[in-house]
Each structure stands twice: as structure tokens, then as C-alpha cells.
């Protein structure tokens, strides 16, 4: 059985109005050709329970715009609404939480190397105060989902590419998030696994889960159609 | 969900080996990026010191009280008899002294206590008169002073053994905050090498902590986690440190002790263990371990700023 989505939310999920990203130049560089703008002037919703592509060239932006969305990083520009919380004005210390609500499949996965595929699921929920016993059937459930029962004792570099991407999507969807964001994350799947990967974040929206995959393969994208934001440049082109 | 091996629940939750199950109580790594030695080391090292150095303390106030107790004066200057008005005569002569901060009888009732031990309770004995007096600046030449007295006091007495005792008191005192500042200095220290320590497991385990804090992991999440690493490391090596100054403790305690005029030991159980400032010491661990704590919420803290 597939986790449910939980925190359903009415309205807009993910607002942006004129946002720009510029990374800081790196420390002790005043090279003013160092921070050019990474993303400019996007403007954009999503409809909480939508499911978006987030397309474009390789240095286009979308890991970029993944990382603002999932607050990994603040926007230099405008205004960013995410889960009903502007969070671009909003403390520090309110970001944590909602963090939590934002599932995230990363573009190099970050799992933990030194932590089991159980304990890199069981993450989040220890990071949210969940008590072992309760945990523990919920671990178990993702990871009958994505496969990986297993597997649960072996270590990241113990478990091949797709493997871990899959620990990757467990561990991004165990807290059955409002938001489910991936990064390219068919990257280095064959055929038949990228299939896999899609139907799980497709079975994800189904739930009710506001969906963005970023990806650059227009042949993932034709076999599963759907609305996309296209960046070139960091720019949204329409 | 097709292909989905069956496996039971069961048969992978009770299998999971024993040295893994505290792996997801530990996902900084901290054992790694803290590693179990430099930490209690530089605790043990600290405690051992602070631990010294309030043990000289303690030793020296107690010789300052001791000898304060026992010559209440720097000179003594004894009549015959207690004839009133030569007493007064007396003073009035002695005010004259240069450096004289004070100069009066000596409590009758201190001075039968005093006697006691060798004269027993005999009220009706004649108790000579003792003037005590004091000088502040203590005087450079007791002998020369003492000359002068017995110039102005013909037939008197004069004792200017307390100028030694009244030095060595200030000494005492002097070692007493020297030993106290050192004891500030040694935990200062402690502060710094912890700090260095923490940074550099921090930076050990930046990856991990990012990932943890992209995560949701709030600030004091991860702090608390280096901190409680932190001071219990700190508290095994100040408790070890402290064990180990016990014995060196003991041995000033005894030798200053032997100053006080107490018999060598030759059993354990004389050893002089109540001498000791036990509270003090004791409280030495643990102050290490909140510093510790501290130092590391502080640190841990301050650099998880730099992430949004
Ligand atoms: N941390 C960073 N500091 C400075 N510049 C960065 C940083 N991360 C990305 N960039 C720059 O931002 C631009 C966009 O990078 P980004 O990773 O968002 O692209 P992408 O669309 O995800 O590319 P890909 O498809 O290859 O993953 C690139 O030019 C990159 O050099
Ligand atoms: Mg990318």
C-alpha cells in the first residue's frame, strides 16, 4: 500500500512573485563577475495538488529552484510563498518546520553513508521526535514500497545507483509531505527503472501530493505527459 | 506495487545486528567527528589542574587561619602585673610608635583560654598583662622595634615572633588567590580547547549536518546533540582527572598538615581526606561538563548561521 499524502492543503502551494537567486560570491573573492544571477524574474503557482515537470538545460536553474523550494536557500529577490507561509519574510526559526512538510529526492541523493537504508528512511521521523516503536512500521512500509525490504541493513555504498535512489524517494516521502520535490531523479536509472521511479512520485500524486520533478530527458517527459515550467537561462520561458 | 519482493516484517526488525541499532541515534556520526579521546583528555588534563590548584588554595587558607588564630598580633608586649594605670600609662607610651594601626589589653577571657592548656582553671592566678599590637606597614626590623618598645617599656616583654606569622599569612593569602586565578585560567583554557575541538568536528561532518538541517533539523536539534556528546565526554575526563589528583591533594593536605603540627600518617584512614575541599572538588566534574556543554551550544550554534 502507498502512503497517503497528509496536510491537505487548499489554495496554492508554492507562489512566486518576481523572485531572483544570485549565489554569494565565494569567501574572500571580489571578482564582480562572481554572483550573476542564477534565476531571474520567476513568477509562478502551484496548485496544491498539481503535478509539475520542471524542464530546461543542463545549468538552466532547476536544482536552483528546487533549493528555494524547498528552503535550502533564500531568495536574493521578490516573494516567495510556500504551504500558506511567505517565506520569504519569515524568521529563521520558522523554517524548520515547514522543512519538514517538503519532501525532497536529491539530485546526488544525500543519503547519510554511515546509516543503514532503514536508518537513512527512519531520518525525518527521528528529526520530527517520532517514538522508535511508532517508526518503525512506517520505515518498514516504505521500504516494502520502493522494494528494499532487503536491503534495510545495507549501508549507501553497499546498495547500487537505482537502490539508492530509491532509498532517496523512501526517505523523501516517509513523512507523507504536502510538497514532494525531485531532482533529476531517473538521472542515472535505466529504462526500466526510471519507469519505476516515475510511477511511485506519480502514485505520490495520485495520494493528493503537490508533485515538481525536475529532469532534462524529453523522452521521460513524452511518456508521461503532463505541465511543465521550462527554464533557459534562469528565466521561466512560456 | 509489482515485483515487490515478499519478505515478513518480522524477519528483518528482529534481525538487525546489535552494533547497527544505535547507528540512528547517532546520525551526525559524532563518535566519528568526536572522537572518544581528545575531549576527555583535555577534560582530564583541565580537571587534574583546576583540581591542584583549588586543593593549593584551600591548603593555603587553611595555614592563614590557623596561623591567624594563633597570633592575633604582630607584637606582644607583657607587664608584670595588671596594675590599671601602668597599662594605660603604657599605651598612651606604645601610641606613639610609627605604623601603629592599634594597641589594647588582651581580652582577659581569650588570655585564660589561652593559658588553659598549661595553667589549667585557676581563677585565682595573677594573669600577667599582654598589650597586643599591630602595624600596618608590618614593621622591616621586629628586633630593632622590639628595642625601641623595651626603650619606652622598661621590664617588660616583648615578643615579635607574630610579625613572622602575620608575613606568612599574607603569603598564604597571596597563594590562595594566585592558586584561585590559575584554577579561572585552567577553565578558560578548557573553553578554548574545547571550542577548537568542536570546529574541527563541525567541520568533519558539514555534509551530514546539511543534510540534517535541509531536513527540517532545527538549530537546537543539532546543537543539543553535540552538546550532550560534549559534556558527557567532559564529565568522564574530569571525573578521571579528579581521581587522579586525589592522591597529590592528600600529600599537601599532610605536609601542610605536618605545618600545622599534626603527626605523619602511616595509615590510609589518617589520611587527612576531611581536609579536603570536597564540595569544591566534587563540583569540578561537573563544572567541566556544563562548560562543556556550553562551549558547544555556543560553538554548534554560531556556525549552523551560515546555513539559511
Ligand atoms: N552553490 C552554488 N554557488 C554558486 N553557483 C552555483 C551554485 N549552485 C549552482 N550554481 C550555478 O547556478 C547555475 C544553475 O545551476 P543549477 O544546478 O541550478 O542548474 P541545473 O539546471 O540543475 O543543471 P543540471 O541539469 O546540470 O543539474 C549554474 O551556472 C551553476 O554554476
Ligand atoms: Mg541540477
Redesign the pocket.
Known amino acids: 500500500m502507498a502512503p497517503r499524502a497528509g496536510g491537505l492543503y487548499v489554495g496554492k502551494m508554492v507562489r512566486f512573485t518576481s523572485v531572483g537567486l544570485r549565489?554569494a560570491p565565494p569567501a574572500g573573492s571580489s571578482d564582480p563577475g562572481m554572483g550573476q544571477d542564477?534565476l531571474s524574474d520567476l513568477s509562478f503557482e502551484l496548485p496544491a495538488g498539481s503535478f509539475h515537470w520542471l524542464l530546461?538545460p543542463?545549468?538552466?536553474?532547476?536544482?536552483?529552484?528546487l533549493k528555494l523550494m524547498q528552503l535550502a536557500q533564500r531568495p536574493s529577490r521578490g516573494e516567495m510563498e510556500v504551504l500558506g507561509v511567505i517565506t520569504s519574510r519569515a524568521r529563521r526559526g520558522e523554517l524548520p518546520a515547514l522543512r519538514r512538510r517538503i519532501g525532497v529526492v536529491f539530485?546526488d541523493f544525500r543519503l547519510l553513508p554511515h546509516l543503514s537504508a532503514f536508518d537513512n528512511i527512519a531520518l525525518p521521523l527521528r528529526i520530527a521526535g517520532r517514538a522508535e516503536l511508532a517508526l518503525r512500521a512506517d520505515v518498514t512500509e516504505m521500504l516494502r514500497w520502493v522494494g528494499l525490504e532487503p536491503k534495510a541493513e545495507s549501508l549507501p555504498p553497499e546498495l547500487s545507483g537505482g537502490e539508492q535512489q530509491r532509498i532517496a524517494i523512501a526517505r523523501a516521502v516517509v513523512m507523507r509531505p504536502a510538497l514532494l520535490l525531485a531532482d533529476?531523479p531517473t538521472g542515472n536509472l535505466d529504462a526500466v527503472q526510471s519507469r519505476r521511479v516515475l510511477s511511485l512520485l506519480q502514485e505520490m500524486h495520485r495520494m493528493g501530493t503537490t508533485v515538481v520533478v525536475?529532469t532534462?530527458s524529453e523522452s521521460l517527459v513524452n511518456a508521461y505527459p503532463g505541465p511543465a515550467l521550462r527554464?533557459a537561462d534562469g528565466r521561466l520561458e512560456r | 506495487m509489482p515485483g515487490t519482493p515478499k519478505f515478513t516484517v518480522s524477519r528483518w526488525a528482529n534481525r538487525r545486528p546489535v552494533l547497527r541499532r544505535g547507528r540512528g541515534r547517532d546520525p551526525l556520526g559524532l563518535r566519528q567527528a568526536l572522537p572518544g579521546l581528545l575531549l576527555p583528555a583535555v577534560a582530564l588534563a583541565m580537571t587534574l589542574l583546576a583540581a591542584l590548584a583549588l586543593g593549593g588554595a584551600f591548603g593555603a587558607r587553611a595555614l592563614a587561619q590557623r596561623w591567624q588564630q594563633g597570633a592575633a598580633a604582630a607584637v606582644t608586649v607583657q607587664l608584670p602585673d595588671m596594675d590599671q594605670a601602668r597599662v594605660a600609662r603604657t599605651l598612651a607610651a606604645l601610641r606613639e610608635l610609627p605604623d601603629l594601626v592599634d594597641a589594647r589589653p588582651m581580652d582577659q577571657a581569650r588570655l585564660a583560654a589561652l593559658l588553659r592548656p598549661w595553667l589549667g582553671e585557676i581563677p585565682a592566678l595573677p594573669l600577667p598583662a599582654i598589650l597586643e599590637l599591630r602595624f600596618d606597614p608590618l614593621p622591616e626590623n621586629p628586633e630593632g622595634l622590639a628595642l625601641r618598645i623595651l626603650s619606652v617599656v622598661p621590664g617588660a616583654t616583648v615578643e615579635t615572633q607574630g610579625v613572622w606569622v602575620a608575613r606568612l599569612v599574607a603569603l598564604a593569602t597571596r597563594v590562595e588567590q594566585t592558586a584561585l586565578a590559575a584554577v579561572v585560567l585552567v577553565l578558560l583554557l578548557a573553553v578554548a580547547v574545547a571550542t577548537v575541538g568542536i570546529r574541527a568536528g563541525l567541520a568533519a561532518r558539514q555534509d551530514v549536518i546539511a543534510i540534517l538541517h535541509d531536513l527540517g533539523a532545527t538549530d537546537g536539534d543539532i546543537a543539543n546533540r553535540f552538546a550532550g556528546r560534549v559534556a558527557l565526554l567532559c564529565a568522564l575526563g574530569g571525573a578521571a582527572g579528579l581521581a587522579l589528583a586525589l592522591p597529590a591533594l592528600l600529600a599537601f593536605s599532610g605536609l601542610a598538615g605536618s605545618l600545622l603540627g599534626r603527626l605523619p600518617v602511616t595509615r590510609l584512614a589518617e589520611l587527612p581526606w576531611r581536609a579536603l575541599p570536597w564540595p569544591w572538588l566534587a563540583a569540578l566534574p561537573v563544572a567541566v561538563a556544563a562548560l562543556g556543554w556550553t562551549t558547544a551550544e555556543v560553538t554548534v550554534r554560531g556556525w549552523l548561521k551560515r546555513l539559511p
Open positions: 549565489y542564477v530546461g543542463s545549468g538552466a536553474g532547476k536544482s536552483s529552484l539530485q533529476e525536475a532534462h527554464l
